[in-house]
């Protein structure tokens, strides 16, 4: 089946620095990438919409300055949280569409775990 | 808010017997998926029915849909240890450009 990696799968950082979450479909092309965060013991709440070649949507409440997305190529989409702050640690879950199949299919990669002291 | 909402919260079980998770949810759909997450761990899709169709299978899950009460199910039969998961329910709603909206999530423990 459709594979979506990313990396890396934690970080631990200092606060004010800043961390890139990379996010690759590995078996097919990906269109459309999404960015989940997901607080621990909580749901998975969308952050952006990841379109190649064009720039991201962002869903309401997301700082578009402090979450940069790039959609650089079919099979890639980065995630930099910029001027990281302890209250950013979460898990953070990107998802791939592949262009040529049913539209409704999202693939789901493992997970980035990110930590701010 | 359109979030689909799980019940229950959580669900201990004994092995052997079956799990019925519940999702609802508030605008049409095009489609509604069920996903598993092991702790600490990205999501695994388990299955997904569309708008039009009432009930699927899926090995030893069955999940079905009422549309008029916005209401999902998801059955786990003769369920394992190795069930035990968080399980989200997600909503494809119309005009919604194929973003999903995740529920709160159902934690399952199966007792050995």
């Known amino acids: 089946g459709a594979v979506v990696s990313q990396h890396p799968s934690r970080v631990i950082c200092k606060s004010g620095t800043s961390v890139k979450i990379e996010c690759r479909s590995l078996d097919f092309q990906a269109t459309t990438m999404f960015w989940y965060r997901q607080f621990p013991k909580q749901s998975l709440m969308l952050m952006a919409t990841?379109?190649?070649?064009?720039?991201?949507?962002?869903e309401q409440g997301v700082e578009k300055d402090k979450f940069l997305i790039n959609h650089a190529s079919l099979t890639l989409s980065t995630l930099t949280v910029t001027s990281a702050h302890p209250e950013d640690s979460s898990f953070y879950i990107c998802?791939?569409?592949?262009?040529?199949?049913?539209?409704?299919?999202?693939?789901f990669g493992p997970g980035t775990r990110l930590l701010v002291l | 808010s359109q979030q689909g909402e799980e019940d229950p919260q959580a669900l201990s079980i004994q092995e052997g017997e079956n799990a019925t998770m519940n999702c609802s949810y508030k605008?049409?759909?095009?489609?509604l998926q069920w996903y598993r997450q092991n702790s600490g761990r990205g999501l695994v899709h388990l299955i997904l029915?569309?708008?039009?169709?009432r009930e699927k299978h899926s090995g030893r899950l069955r999940v079905t849909l009422d549309t008029s009460k916005k209401s999902s199910s998801l059955l786990i039969t003769a369920s394992r240890a190795a069930d035990t998961a968080s399980y989200f329910c997600?909503?494809?709603?119309?005009?919604?450009?194929?973003?999903?909206?995740f529920g709160k999530g159902i934690t399952l423990s199966v007792r050995p």
């Open positions: 997600a909503t494809d709603h119309t005009g919604a450009n194929s973003k999903l909206t």
């Open positions: 998802s791939a569409r592949d262009v040529q199949a049913l539209k409704e299919t999202q693939y």
């Open positions: 029915i569309r708008s039009n169709e």
């Open positions: 605008t049409s759909i095009n489609n």
């Open positions: 990841s379109n190649e070649g064009s720039k991201a949507t962002y």
